[in-house]
């Protein structure tokens, strides 16, 4: 194994709205210019396998390819074309916080493999827990970016992500909320209101 073919995790983490999916892909953008083969994916929370995107809230979007949620080794090297991860030097994984307790050891394996694996997601939940296989990432990791966002309250960095519902913190109720009425906004450790 050359010095190229040796591989590395590197995590990108945060609250909402502090750019990580704006840093996965400019990170994605920068290896396909070094001329890398990329591949990128998404957790779905369903157990399909299709194309789709990754979309930043800059607007930057760039195709994907869909996981099943409860991904591990076994049935990612099942489902996804052997083609496809052999061939490619650098795997992106956006809202990494969704996948299951799998999902660390398939991102060893990558590496082990010898490719650069890129995994951007939130560090916690809602009710400010660690959230998803968040805490081991990181701590396999061998590179971390911890990003920001601004505190909606003082305008500090805010480290946290506030659910609200009709402009009210809630503190109860499932992690994964799909087509829901409430929103989020990132919150200072002094304005985050917890459980
Ligand atoms: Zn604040």
């Known amino acids: 194994m050359g010095p190229d073919m040796v591989g590395k995790l ?20 920068r290896a396909r210019i070094a001329k ?45 074309p052997g083609p496809l991860w052999e061939s490619t030097e650098v795997l992106a994984f956006d809202e ?5 307790p799998e999902f660390p050891a398939l991102c060893e394996d990558l590496v082990k493999k010898g490719k650069r694996v890129i995994v951007a997601g939130l560090d916690l939940n809602f ?21 920001t966002a601004v505190c909606t309250v003082c305008g500090n960095p805010a480290t946290r992500s ?16 799909i087509g829901g009425l409430e929103s989020y906004e990132p919150r200072c450790r002094q304005h985050f209101i917890s459980p």
């Open 10 to 29: 590197e995590v990108i983490t945060g609250p909402m709205f502090a750019g990580k999916t704006e840093e996965l892909l400019r990170r994605v953008e």
């Open 36 to 80: 890398k083969s990329v591949a990128l994916f998404k957790p779905a929370l369903d157990t399909r396998y299709a194309s789709d995107r990754v979309v930043a809230h800059n607007g930057r979007s760039l195709p994907c390819h869909v996981l099943p949620a409860d991904i591990n080794p076994a049935s990612f090297f099942q489902i996804v």
């Open 96 to 100: 990494a916080h969704f996948f299951g």
């Open 127 to 147: 009710r400010g827990e660690p959230f998803g296989p968040m805490p081991i990432l990181l701590a396999l990791a061998d590179e971390i970016l911890k990003l």
């Open 162 to 177: 506030q659910r609200l519902l009709d402009g009210k913190p809630v503190l109860e109720g499932p992690e994964v909320l």
